[in-house]
């Protein structure tokens, strides 16, 4: 079977605030390594799908960002929502250009374009085996990432009955918990809802005309035109809610490959490489007696730090952001407080 893969591309990521803008957003920026997320992405998704079967969906005033940094990609891939209206209406749209294009026995595989992948053969061998079971079993399939942690700033998936060697029935879908029961989830085999999907194409569209009054209603009356059916779509719904939650085909496939969704500043310091002293810096930097921060300086700034810890600190021509590792989590409430003109100064 063909197998495609589809790229979300879309979001501002307000929480990379002030590097991330709505011109230049998280998915453009070389938060991780030399290239954008989004570039990085895509090389990684090459050796299993090629450029032509590739598709980016993304707001539309990204199209041309994105075509000028992924020039190797058709034009016509890159693909623009006419509005947010979330990730159910965007993998539903997606399905249905594939089908369109290559028929409803197509496998799609899902990615988002701003992840840290350490292991990047692991990764294609968990795309692959996603591909393999919802192929072999007319199933939505997810990826669950074996948790490093217990973090409470992830969804959880309870595997069920095994149905073939690596392959699980998915029992639940679990909100954000607290820590303490984010520990217990991962004492007891839970894995990280992480956004990685694969399915056929007809499967995962018929299971939107199902399940989902939200989008599938838009996807039967205007399927043909983008505009119509984002404008059509009654309710902006996460996939998991639309569909997965619903569904009876869910099924899971475990990942461990060093997959990092690089949601905060602070998560540069599990990304990134670090100083002796655990330091996270990209830029000019000098530092003394000072352990286990996150620096980001623009070409032609620098950031000086002495007997500080656990601090980001980003700099900007005409602006420096300062904040802890732990509150940048919640870097959307600052962004939000502050005056229009320094919030686009950025």
């Known amino acids: 079977m063909t197998r495609w893969a ?19 957003p998280k998915q453009l920026l070389p938060l991780v ?62 399905a249905a250009q594939i089908a369109q294009r290559d028929g409803r026995d197509a496998t799609m595989i899902s990615v988002h374009a701003d992840w840290s992948i350490a292991d990047a053969d692991g990764f294609r061998a968990a795309l692959d085996a996603a591909a393999t079971a919802a192929e072999t ?18 969804g959880y998936i309870e595997p069920g009955e095994q149905i073939h060697p690596g392959v699980r029935r998915v029992r639940r879908f679990v909100e954000k918990p607290s820590r ?6 991962r004492d007891a085999g839970y894995l990280w809802n992480s956004g990685i999907f694969a399915w ?8 939107v005309s199902a399940l989902s009054p939200e989008v ?17 779509v009654k309710k902006s719904i996460a996939i998991d809610h639309a569909v997965l939650e619903r569904s009876t085909r869910v099924l899971v496939v475990s990942g461990d ?28 930097a000098n530092m003394l007696q000072s352990h286990d921060n996150v ?29 802890t590792v732990d509150r940048a989590a919640d870097l959307k409430t600052l962004v939000e407080s502050l005056p229009k003109a320094v919030r686009d100064q950025s």
């Not at 589809?6 to 230049?24: I, K, M």
């Not at 303490?180 to 989830?185: H, S, Y």
């Not at 021509?317 to 904040?323: K, P």
């Open 137 to 154: 079993n007319h199933a939505l399939v997810t990826v669950g990432i074996v948790p490093t942690r217990a973090d409470p700033g992830f």
């Open 6 to 24: 589809v790229v979300l591309a879309g979001g501002v990521g307000s929480r990379f605030w002030p590097l991330s803008t709505e011109r230049r």
């Open 257 to 284: 490959f060093g997959w990092d969704d690089v949601g905060t500043w602070g998560a540069l310091q599990r990304v990134r490489a670090r100083d002796s002293d655990g330091n996270a810096i990209s830029g000019s």
């Open 295 to 323: 620096v980001h300086a623009d070409d032609g700034q620098r950031v000086v730090l002495y007997g500080v810890k656990d601090l980001v600190v980003v700099v900007k021509e005409g602006l420096t952001l300062v904040t």
């Open 200 to 207: 056929r194409v007809g499967d995962f569209l018929d299971e």
């Open 216 to 232: 599938g209603p838009a996807l039967a009356k205007h399927g043909r035109s983008a505009k119509s059916f984002f404008a059509a």
């Open 180 to 185: 303490e029961k984010a520990q217990e989830m």
């Open 33 to 94: 390594g030399k290239d954008p997320m989004l570039v990085e992405q895509l090389k990684r998704l090459r050796p299993a799908v090629p450029p032509s079967r590739t598709l980016i969906l993304t707001n539309a005033s990204l199209v041309n960002p994105i075509a000028r940094a992924v020039p190797r990609l058709p034009r016509a891939n890159i693909i623009a929502e006419p509005r947010p209206a979330g990730t159910a209406a965007a993998l539903a749209w997606a």
